[in-house]
């Protein structure tokens, strides 16, 4: 009797772990963030004065632009093949929409010429509106990890230093070059927690198996 009530209080924990689990995986597929972060990276050498031009510059944005392409179409089947399809309930899509509507905000007023925004100020509030931003957004959606708060809160506190002055128009493009590179950073170690997440519920739920809910 004792044997089963420890099994089902087993089965109960593991059930539970892995709603918990599921309700966050859509948001924590950390990997589709690399596609992201080499646009950003690409956007910003793009937009430096001295930035390569005419026929270089066009093939560097096809070339991250098929890089991402077939980054996607890889990402894509990687996560079907190992880790099914989630549906996320209507109250996720309404958290969802609510993270997505504060990162918008808090960027719009962190980089706003008319707000915060200084184009000859010595630091660089784009970089930390933008760190703010994914603070706040991944605060709201899927509760804040520790590497989100190591990776954002070192870009939030670099952008505060006065050591921006001297690059003058190109200070948000150069920026931009280290967001891609934290986005990538927090994209691979949120799949990394995703991994562990399932690792407990894996043996009774094998690669491929498709969970709804």
Known sequence: MVCYVNQFEEATMQRRHLESTAANYPYLQGIWIIPLGIGIIVAGVSNLQNA?????????????????????????????????SVTPTGDRYVRQAIALGAWIAILFIGANQFLL??????NCIYASAFALATLAYYAILVGLRPHHVVIWGAVFVAGLLPVWGGLGADRDALAMVPIGLALIASGVLDQRLLARSFEPSMGAHPAGTRVDG
Request: proline share 8%; hydrophobic share 45%.
């Open 117 to 122: 925004w200084s184009p000859d100020g010595p």
């Open 52 to 84: 390569p031009s005419g026929v270089l510059m066009l093939g560097i944005i096809v070339a991250a632009l098929a890089i991402a392409g077939g980054l996607s179409l890889l990402i894509g089947r990687y996560y079907r093949r190992h880790y099914g």
